[in-house]
Each structure stands twice: as structure tokens, then as C-alpha cells.
């Protein structure tokens, strides 16, 4: 398994930007499409975007279609998660994904997961 660590989580206003990352270490990076997902208090944990194997196809849910923006840099083993016009129910819990499977990877369980980082969005 790919062993992934995120960071980046914090406290923001709303309206405000945070940018998570998260780095990969184990497996050869360019193998896994990546995604992330979040857990707010008594949530399910929710699929909030994904990326391919090369970073060229993205996709969305759709409570945060238009605000983020997942991208990675092979080169760096790191996905991003640039969070723009950040809203009070986008506190959670972040959690950086692997899969080999981007066309699967919206339904978990996923291979690996890392071990997720607080974002706290005050109104």
C-alpha cells in the first residue's frame, strides 16, 4: 500500500482559502489516482473530488463543484485540494485517498488512506 500523509488543515473565516496537500510514499505515486473525502460531526464520510493517474480528467461533488480544486505534481508523490469561498459546513475532517482504480474510486473503500487533517471554517 501507498502510505499518504495531509496537511494544510486549519482554522478559516468564511469566504476564506485553504490549500491541502498531501504526500505519498511506498508505491510509485503516477499508479494511484487520488482523492479526497471529508467527515464532518455526525457525517458520513463524503467524496469531495478526484483525480486521474496523470492529473488530466477531475471530478466533483457537487457541494463543492465550482470552490475547489484538486491537482497533483507526480514529480512531488503530492495531490493539492485548493479550497476557495470556504462555507461553514465545509468544517470536517479531510482525508487523502489512493486507488488504482479512478473510475471505481468515488465508493470506498479505497487502498489507502492517510490519517486526515482538520479544516474548521467559522461564520
Known amino acids: 500500500q501507498v502510505q499518504l500523509v495531509e496537511s494544510g488543515g486549519g482554522l478559516v473565516q468564511a469566504g476564506g482559502s485553504l490549500r491541502l496537500a498531501c504526500v505519498a510514499s511506498g508505491r510509485t505515486f503516477s499508479d494511484y489516482a487520488m482523492a479526497w473525502f471529508r467527515q464532518g460531526p455526525g457525517k458520513d464520510r463524503e467524496f469531495v473530488g478526484a483525480i486521474s493517474w496523470g492529473g488530466d480528467s477531475t471530478y466533483y461533488g457537487n457541494s463543492v463543484k465550482g470552490r475547489f480544486t484538486i491537482s497533483r505534481d507526480n514529480a512531488k508523490n503530492t495531490v493539492y485540494l485548493l479550497m476557495n469561498n470556504l462555507k461553514p459546513e465545509d468544517t470536517a475532517v479531510y482525508y487523502c485517498?489512493?486507488?488504482?482504480?479512478?473510475?471505481?474510486?468515488?465508493?470506498?473503500?479505497?487502498?489507502?488512506w492517510g490519517q486526515g487533517t482538520q479544516v474548521t471554517v467559522s461564520s
Open positions: 485517498g489512493a486507488d488504482p482504480d479512478y473510475f471505481t474510486i468515488t465508493t470506498m473503500p479505497l487502498e489507502s
